[in-house]
């Protein structure tokens, strides 16, 4: 990132995360409209504030939560900047509704999810996020519990094929993860770059290749470690039960596996889903939310050009209405069945 993309945020610090699509999830939350009362939102992925200081100035009442103690930290002069306005909570935006609860923050007016790392995480080598740069193969965005080396040390090669070949969409997983496996009976993973050049080695890399052959090595350890499509599932029945009726809930994605369950949501929760030609449709159920047209925005040429992320960004929305909540059903998603954490932890242990 150049200097040309710093912005400054309200405390008057460097912020190096640009938020992506921000006129947008403003609107969406119709935080460009004026209210009587100042809405109460639910940003779920703070980062580095800038989505919840843009809320904050236009003039909503904001409980921010993440996973990243590092967030939380560089957070704190923010929340005193907007005494009362803003609150940072540490925790997993799967349990935003505990969460919001505990904080007496109930009947939001909107919640608003940011999916993926944000570039502070990208940026500090000592993350093991980038495989570009030389650090710790961590990944952890808690900074907690298994890490990606633990991942690729230990779990066997078949469960690994299928992490990588699933979540990381790589066509030659079987590939890398022999050439994982052969490695570390000669030494134990460590650092990003000993991956890095193992999956370049394996796969080669040609001239015309747009991006780096480990990048989808790195994305599909990242959503595994971090169990970021479970986070996302969980997150957004929670924001279902949270939201007050007229309430909106606004996700932003950067690729198809996350923007696939905010789709499936809301397609199950606007009642649109089509019965199967082989099954009548029973247990209609009521729907939750309402959407205009498809509640999918791109961001604007404009935007892409000046920030590679906006690129790939999609932003669905939603407007809760007065049903009670549905049932949590999280085989909606129909999620890939792979190896659990928990049981790569014991392992581990
Ligand atoms: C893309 S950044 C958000 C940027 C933010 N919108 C801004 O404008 O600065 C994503 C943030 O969400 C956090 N995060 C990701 N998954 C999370 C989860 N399951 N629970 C809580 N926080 C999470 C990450 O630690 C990261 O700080």
Aim: proline share 3%; aromatic share 4%.
């Amino acid at each position: 990132m150049t200097d040309d993309n710093i912005k400054y945020d309200v405390v008057g610090g460097p912020v190096r995360h640009v938020p992506v699509m921000l006129n947008e999830v403003l609107s969406c939350l119709q935080l460009t409209a004026t209210h009587s009362n100042p809405l109460k939102i639910v940003d779920g992925t703070f980062g580095a504030g800038g989505y919840s200081s843009a809320m904050v100035e236009a003039g909503a009442i904001v409980m921010a939560i993440d996973r990243d103690p590092n967030a939380i930290r560089d957070g704190a002069d923010l929340v005193s900047k907007l005494a009362g306005k803003l609150s940072l909570v540490s925790g997993e935006f799967r349990n935003l509704g505990k969460l919001a609860h505990e904080n007496d923050f109930n009947n939001a007016d909107g919640v608003v999810l940011d999916i993926g790392v944000s570039s502070m995480q990208l940026d500090e080598a000592e993350r093991g996020f980038s495989f570009q740069k030389d650090g710790p193969l961590d990944m952890r965005m808690s900074q907690s519990g298994v890490s990606a080396a633990d991942v690729v040390n230990t779990m066997k090669q078949s469960d690994l094929t299928r992490v990588i070949g699933i979540l990381g969409e790589e066509r030659r997983a079987s590939h890398v993860s022999r050439a994982i496996v052969r490695e570390r009976e000669k030494m134990t993973f460590s650092t990003t770059l000993q991956l890095a050049s193992l999956v370049e080695k394996t796969l080669g890399r040609r001239a015309t290749d747009r991006i780096h052959p480990a990048t989808r090595t790195f994305q599909a350890l990242r959503i595994f470690v971090n169990q970021e499509l479970e986070q996302l599932g969980e997150a957004l029945f929670a924001a279902e039960r949270l939201l007050k009726a007229g309430g909106r809930l606004v996700v932003v994605t950067f690729h198809s596996l996350e923007d696939r369950l905010v789709k499936l949501f809301f397609k199950d929760r606007t009642g649109s889903q089509e019965g199967s030609r082989h099954l009548p449709l029973v247990n209609h159920k009521d729907a939750t939310f309402t959407i205009d047209g498809k509640g999918l925005l791109k961001a604007s040429r404009e935007e892409a050009e000046i920030n590679p992320r906006a690129r790939s960004a999609k932003l669905r929305w939603g407007e809760r209405n007065e049903n009670p909540a549905g049932k949590v059903d999280m085989s909606i998603f129909g999620l890939p069945n792979l190896v659990s954490l928990d049981a790569l932890q014991l392992k581990g242990d």
